[in-house]
């Protein structure tokens, strides 16, 4: 159980390119998702926290109009990095918790790798 | 200031060489403290929730343990397979608060 996909598992674009990730919970319904970035040999770095129906909660220093996210459904949260650019190359991952698990733990997704040229 | 430190960053051992990882945090309101294993380019994987000093959790050849202070993970025997960055992560009042990781190096 648990089990957290993401697509696509890589990605290649141009720069000024707009690029949309998917992240979705396969047999739980997730009504928080959060959206992580992973510089090479560092360690995670929250983006936003993701609900379903309402606005995403953005960390300081993550642009929401850079950074779209779109958690419309129970099992779905997409994440849009507009206009990219070769600094916003990043392993991004998602990870979801289990509503009303108490115990916050986060199950991750494979994580997507972007490469912008 | 909530701070989660991993010690060491990273750790080579012969196979068959028990060690432990460490997991230092000085948070505000402990809910409960993670560790994930990450293997290179993938995603973490959840191995252990830790709640209250004195618990432990043992899966296969790790054992976690908690005190008030810091977090071990133990590895017993390990074998090249155990090779991956260990990633500790504590919940202080809702919000996940990551360590740098150790990168685990198991030589056959």
């Not at chain 2, 960053?9 to 294993?37: D, H, I, K, M």
């Not at chain 2, 133990?74 to 500790?88: N, Q």
Request: proline residues 5%.
């Amino acid at each position: 159980g648990a089990v957290v996909s993401q697509h696509p598992s890589r990605v290649i674009c141009k720069s000024g390119t707009s690029v949309k990730i998917e992240c979705r919970s396969l047999d739980f319904q997730a009504t928080t998702m959060f959206w992580y970035r992973q510089f090479p040999k560092q360690s995670l770095m929250l983006m936003a926290t993701s609900n379903e129906g309402s606005k995403a909660t953005y960390e300081q220093g993550v642009e929401k109009d850079k950074f779209l996210i779109n958690h419309a459904s129970l099992t779905l949260s997409t994440l849009t990095v507009t206009s990219a650019h070769p600094e916003d190359s990043s392993f991004y991952i998602c990870s979801a918790t289990i509503p009303g698990g108490g115990n916050n733990e986060q199950f991750f997704g494979p994580g997507t790798r972007l490469t912008v040229l | 200031e909530d701070q989660v430190t991993q010690s060491p960053e990273a750790l080579r051992l012969q196979e068959g060489e028990s060690s432990s990882l460490n997991c230092s945090y000085t948070v505000s309101g402990l809910r409960g403290l993670f560790w994930y294993r990450q293997d290179p380019g993938k995603g973490p994987e959840f191995l252990f929730t830790l709640y209250s000093a004195g618990e432990e959790k043992e899966k296969e050849r790790l054992k976690a343990t908690l005190t008030k202070k810091e977090s071990f993970l133990h590895i017993t025997a390990p074998k090249p397979e155990d090779s991956a960055t260990y990633l500790c992560a504590v919940d202080s009042n809702y919000q996940l608060i990551w360590g740098a990781g150790t990168k685990l190096i198991i030589k056959p």
